[in-house]
Each structure stands twice: as structure tokens, then as C-alpha cells.
């Protein structure tokens, strides 16, 4: 299965942008990019998702590089509310979802 | 639509007991995953089912565990006999089938508010 690779934690300032990186080298061709997000205490929600171009929707931006060997989880307006822990999760044409440990996101006021 | 239903929210049981964690998916969705959530290992998946036939239970830590999905509309994950060591959250996803994808990639899935499990 292909693997990702994200930072543990990081911090931000809020209503400052927000990004976050996701390294897939060994991603195929028919390999999604998926963000998920856990809020404390809650079970995780989609944030977004995209195979080749890059893709925006209410939530977040996703930048996606040519040789599609790297992402990027965009947060336009960092809130409190975005603290949580984000995942980058590689599915393929079997739809399995397996989880990394994500990257911790902390919110300053 | 009420999203994915997971019952009990906490359950607290004996070492030994028999632990049945419950999941009602979103209607129409064909694709029902189960995980499992430690501070020590994060989130595994543990099994997921496609149009109620298990696809992947690679992930089901042992004999004691076994999951069922009798229909579209229910399924259970059962720990017999439970231990210590299963204490976690478990929780309940849905997705459907992908619509506007070749290869039918499941765009969102959807997840429950989790079971935390205790095994004293």
C-alpha cells in the first residue's frame, strides 16, 4: 500500500493561512488524495479530496504537485475551530482507508 | 439523513464478556469500514465491507474479534471474549461508490460519533 508522510504537529496563528504539507512518493497512478480531519473528541470528517489538479471546496484548498509525489492542505483563514488532526490518506480502486498518525494542528489566538 | 448511528456511545465491561458495538450506515451507501482508535496505535482499520461482503478484514487483531453486515442497513462488530487491552473507540464510516470516477473511488466517507470501549 502506498504510504504518506506528514509532520507531527504544527501551529498557526489565527486567520492566518495554514499550510500543510503531505509527502506520497510511492503513490500510483490510480491512487486518490484524500484529507480527513479530527476534531477532539469527535469521529473524523472529510475535508477534501483530488487526483491530478489541484481542488477547492468550502472547507480548504488542495494543491496537488505535477509528479503528484506531494500535497498540500491549504487553510485559507486559520479559526480555533480548525484545531485538530489532519490526515492525508492515499485511496486506491480496492477503496480501503487506512489512517496515519496525521499532523496535530494548534490554533494561536 | 441522521449519518452513521453507532451504538452504545460508551460501553464499560468485565474481562471475558462477550462486547457486540453496533453501526447503522448512511442509506445508499454501499461501503462500511470499522477502526479502531488508541492513544498507542491511532486509528486502524479493521475491516471494511462492500454491498455487505467483507472485502478487507486483514486488519481484525484476532479470532476474537468478527464482524458481521447481515444487510445494507446494519452491521456489528463483535469482541469475544473482550480484554483489557481492547479498551479503545471504535467507530463506524460509510462511503458510496464513486460516480464520477473511472476506476469508482468513493469520494467522502461518512463517520459515527464512535463506541468507547472499556475492558476492566
Known amino acids: 500500500d502506498a504510504k504518506t508522510t506528514q509532520p507531527n504537529s504544527m501551529e498557526s496563528n489565527e486567520e492566518e493561512p495554514v499550510h500543510l504539507p503531505c509527502n506520497h512518493s510511492?503513490?500510483?497512478?490510480?491512487?486518490?488524495i484524500h484529507w480527513y480531519r479530527q476534531l477532539p473528541s469527535q469521529g473524523p470528517e472529510y475535508v477534501i479530496h483530488?487526483?491530478?489538479s489541484n481542488v477547492n471546496n468550502r472547507m480548504a484548498s488542495l494543491a496537488i504537485a505535477e509528479d503528484r509525489k506531494s500535497s498540500t492542505l491549504i487553510l485559507h483563514r486559520a479559526t480555533l475551530r480548525d484545531a485538530a488532526v489532519y490526515y492525508c490518506i492515499l485511496r486506491d480502486q480496492n477503496n480501503d482507508m487506512r489512517f496515519g498518525a496525521g499532523t496535530r494542528l494548534t490554533v494561536k489566538p | 439523513d441522521a449519518g452513521v448511528i453507532q451504538s452504545p456511545r460508551h460501553e464499560v465491561t468485565e474481562m471475558g464478556q462477550e462486547v457486540t458495538l453496533r453501526c447503522k450506515p448512511i442509506?445508499?451507501?454501499?461501503?462500511l469500514f470499522w477502526y479502531r482508535q488508541t492513544m498507542m496505535r491511532g486509528l486502524e482499520l479493521l475491516i471494511y465491507?462492500?454491498?455487505?461482503?467483507?472485502?478487507?478484514d486483514s486488519g481484525m487483531p484476532e479470532d476474537r474479534f468478527s464482524a458481521k453486515m447481515p444487510n445494507a442497513s446494519f452491521s456489528t462488530l463483535k469482541i469475544q471474549p473482550s480484554e483489557p487491552r481492547d479498551s479503545a473507540v471504535y467507530f463506524c464510516?460509510?462511503?458510496?461508490?464513486?460516480?464520477?470516477?473511472?476506476?469508482?473511488?468513493?469520494?467522502?466517507?461518512?463517520f459515527g460519533q464512535g463506541t468507547r470501549l472499556t475492558v476492566v
Open positions: 510511492t503513490i500510483s497512478g490510480t491512487d486518490y
Open positions: 442509506s445508499g451507501h454501499d461501503y
Open positions: 465491507f462492500n454491498n455487505n461482503v467483507p472485502i478487507d
Open positions: 483530488g487526483l491530478t
Open positions: 464510516a460509510s462511503s458510496p461508490s464513486g460516480t464520477a470516477s473511472f476506476f469508482g473511488v468513493p469520494s467522502e466517507a461518512f
